[in-house]
């Protein structure tokens, strides 16, 4: 069953934040050597949208938001269910490399790199094309998480890469969402907050 997708609703107030988390384990010892260890091969994104001040959740039956995201949370049971967010700033792929062909391998993971630093794709959306050497790739598949299954290994040394859109799996920080009706028709959410998910 494929994972819901968050709403793309109006009324949502700005800024948008997303926070950047990594964990690292921290030692400093006497004589003040200091060693970190990063728990994490790459981050968790945290976000947080609000609905209100310079935009509303509508209740009319013209316009059903609250009814729809109010509907949308129940389904992941809180905290629960794993989602799709598509992060309006970060859900793109323009000629990325996600691998060089050895004569063997036929299974790839998809990545994005994003300021010279790469991570791995678990949910493309759409994928414009797939290349190998810059030769449009025929026979393909796509695991559930995102990994590229060729019908045949691609030649030692060819280059790969993918164009398309993704989206980020995520989950609810918190299992409680006050909205508030602030007059007939208009809801106001303060606070909606979720995180990607550390996936394989």
């Given amino acids: ?12 107030a700005y800024p948008l934040p997303r926070t950047t988390s990594w964990d690292t384990i921290k030692n400093d010892a006497i004589s003040g050597k200091r060693v970190r260890f990063s728990n994490r091969s ?17 209740s009319s039956a013209a316009f059903p938001e609250w009814q729809l995201l109010t509907g949308f949370l129940n389904q992941l049971i809180g905290g629960v269910g794993l989602f799709l967010y598509n992060d309006p700033n970060d859900n793109t792929a323009a000629t990325q490399a ?17 300021g010279g630093f790469t991570e791995p794709v678990f949910f493309p959306n759409v994928i414009t094309d797939v290349k190998i050497d810059g030769v449009i790739a025929a026979g393909y598949g796509v695991t559930p998480y995102g990994a590229i299954t ?8 060819a280059a790969l890469t993918w164009d398309g859109s993704f989206y980020w799996g995520c989950r609810l920080d918190e299992d409680e969402h006050m909205f508030s009706n602030i007059m007939l028709h208009l809801f106001e959410l303060r606070s909606l907050k979720f995180s990607t998910e550390k996936l394989p």
């Fill in 1 to 12: 069953m494929p994972l819901p997708v968050f709403p793309a609703l109006p009324g949502l």
């Fill in 42 to 58: 790459y981050p968790i994104y945290k976000y947080e949208l609000i609905f209100g001040d310079t935009g509303f959740l509508r």
């Fill in 98 to 114: 996600f691998g060089t062909g050895d004569g063997a391998s036929t299974v790839f993971q998809l990545v994005r790199a994003l």
């Fill in 150 to 157: 060729f019908s045949s290994p691609p030649n030692a040394g």
